[in-house]
């Protein structure tokens, strides 16, 4: 069976320090996967979708990045973090053609 | 800009009687809908979906209900359990790898 694993799961770090937060998915290949931000009154926003190894496509301007270094690894990073970055973050995963998205237990990042 | 929009943040239902969550939306080329249901500190899971092509969709005691002429969909959740107590999110999507979520409704069920 597929499961999604991210962390971690929760995290405080300083304003200006660097952010990496790690999701890997087993018993799948090739799976699109996703990094949403969840912040107060805002619902779920989608922040990077990738189809492929060393594809990226971002849908919000803002200060983090994403890699996906293998096929089953998305990584989502920062290199000075903002007060406005905190948040709950979550890794998701769909499979290639299919709709519904699987979900990492998430990561709450409060950056003070 | 808001594409998908959960107008009611908050719902408190009785145990056993209907729990009704709406969503709205603005874009037409969505074409598949779906319902998650997220308890604190978890992820969300699937719940429910539609395709576009239909009006109604049931599975057990949720059914999802779309009005396209509208823009307007809802979950029905009958009878409501004290374990459906979560926040709910609707979703949509283009087919362009894309889910666009509401901003989720937190639903208490009484017992």
């Known amino acids: 069976s597929q499961t999604i694993h991210q962390w971690p799961a929760t995290l405080v770090q300083p304003v200006g320090s660097p952010l990496s937060l790690e999701c890997t998915v087993e018993?799948?290949?090739?799976?699109?996967l996703y990094w949403y931000r969840q912040a107060a009154g805002r619902g779920l926003q989608l922040l990077f979708y990738?189809?492929?190894?060393?594809?990226i496509s971002s849908e919000v301007p803002q200060n983090l990045s994403a890699s996906r270094p293998q096929d089953r690894q998305f990584i989502l990073s920062s290199k000075k973090l903002l007060l406005s970055d905190s948040g709950f973050y979550l890794c998701?995963?769909?499979?290639?053609?299919?709709?519904?998205?699987?979900f990492g237990q998430g990561t709450r990042l409060t950056v003070v | 800009d808001q594409q998908v929009k959960q107008n009611s943040p908050s719902l408190s239902v009785q145990e056993g009687r209907i729990s009704i969550l709406n969503c709205d939306y603005t874009?037409?080329?969505?074409?598949?809908f779906l319902w998650y249901k997220k308890y604190p500190a978890e992820g969300p899971t699937f719940l429910i979906s539609?395709?576009?092509?239909?009006d109604k969709n049931e599975d057990g005691r949720f059914t999802v209900f779309l009005n396209k002429s509208a823009k307007h969909l809802s979950l029905h959740i009958v009878p409501s359990q004290p374990g459906d107590s979560a926040v709910y999110f609707c979703?949509?999507?283009?087919?362009?790898?894309?889910?666009?979520f509401g901003t989720g409704t937190r639903l208490t069920v009484i017992p």
């Open positions: 874009n037409s080329m969505f074409d598949y």
């Open positions: 539609i395709s576009s092509i239909k």
């Open positions: 998701a995963w769909t499979p290639t053609g299919k709709t519904e998205a699987f």
């Open positions: 979703a949509a999507e283009t087919g362009a790898n894309n889910l666009f």
């Open positions: 018993g799948t290949s090739n799976p699109n």
């Open positions: 990738s189809v492929g190894i060393g594809q």
